[in-house]
């Protein structure tokens, strides 16, 4: 099947992102969040983005005028049956996510693929709330969506060869990379990823260095674009802590225990960039 229309439910970060490449590599896109007001901060959002391209000369103004031209905003799960593609990038929370699928199974016709762009949760088990558990795939993009190249995919126990090849086609059409993950605890990215910020973090808190010095390292000596410490920051130190508990839980090895200084940040509402204060105060920079 080749997939030609595509919904994007969320219109953070990385909804805005993912609806951002699609409507530039020629796909009919909704964008869909039920919040007004959020939806059309995210297609203001999309347009600056698309402007700054233009004028770093990235893509042409005609390029950017056309993709802009296939965005249109939908408010309901329920409106996102005449898409081929629904892509789900709401907040990390399964209950969120399952009850999401459950309407867009409902809403959507058989043939119509179903993919979640979680970093953590488990596809098997958000394909079982579905009638369409061959046509449910983990379509993990990273962030900033416009930029990286990578795409994780996740096959759950019942995905389709299918629907695999056509996803993989898809994610070749937007101009991303492909790697295929089976379906367990933080896929590849983040359970290498994870652990490395979870001992930066406990490297801090045991008050082995500074958090400039940890990042420093990892920067110079291992060649990192950035530290594990500036990472999280960047990611969000309440996804952080999330992707660590979803680890812990899955695998039930105690070396993806969250670090205790990583839980306080948190409950202190420094999340990280997005909040203006993490590790670093990101209000001053």
């Known amino acids: 099947m080749e997939i030609k229309t595509v919904t994007v439910v969320g219109t953070g970060q990385m909804g805005g992102g993912i609806a951002h490449v699609f409507a530039l590599s020629g796909f009919q896109v909704c964008i869909l969040d039920q919040n007004k007001e959020l939806l059309q901060r995210a297609l203001d959002e999309i347009g600056r983005n698309m402007d700054r391209q233009a004028r770093k000369n990235v893509i042409t103004p005609e390029a950017k005028d056309a993709a802009l031209a296939r965005l249109r905003p939908l408010s309901s799960p329920e409106d996102a049956g005449g898409s081929q593609l629904v892509v789900e990038a709401v907040p990390e929370r399964f209950e969120l996510k399952a009850d999401l699928f459950a309407r867009l199974d409902a809403a959507c016709p ?143 090895d105690p070396k993806y225990r969250p670090c205790p200084l990583l839980r306080k940040m948190v409950e202190a509402g420094r999340l990280g960039r997005k909040a203006g204060r993490g590790f670093y105060d990101w209000g001053k920079k």
């Open 110 to 252: 058989p043939e119509t693929i179903l993919a979640s762009n979680t970093s953590s949760l488990p596809i098997t088990r958000l394909a079982a709330v579905t009638k369409r558990p061959a046509k449910v795939i983990g379509m993990h993009f990273m962030n900033p969506v416009p930029v990286m190249k990578l795409v994780e995919l996740i096959r759950g126990v019942e995905t389709s060869d299918e629907t695999f090849d056509t996803v993989r086609a898809m994610a070749e059409k937007l101009g991303k990379t492909p790697v295929c993950s089976q379906d367990y605890p933080g896929f590849i990215s983040n359970r290498v990823l994870m652990p490395m910020i979870n001992e930066a973090c406990f490297a801090l808190m045991e008050g082995v260095a500074s958090k400039e010095d940890i990042d420093t390292v990892m920067k110079l000596g291992m060649n990192h674009p950035m530290g594990p410490l500036t990472l999280a920051d960047f990611i969000g130190l309440d996804t952080c802590l999330s992707i660590l508990e979803v680890l812990h839980d899955g695998l039930g």
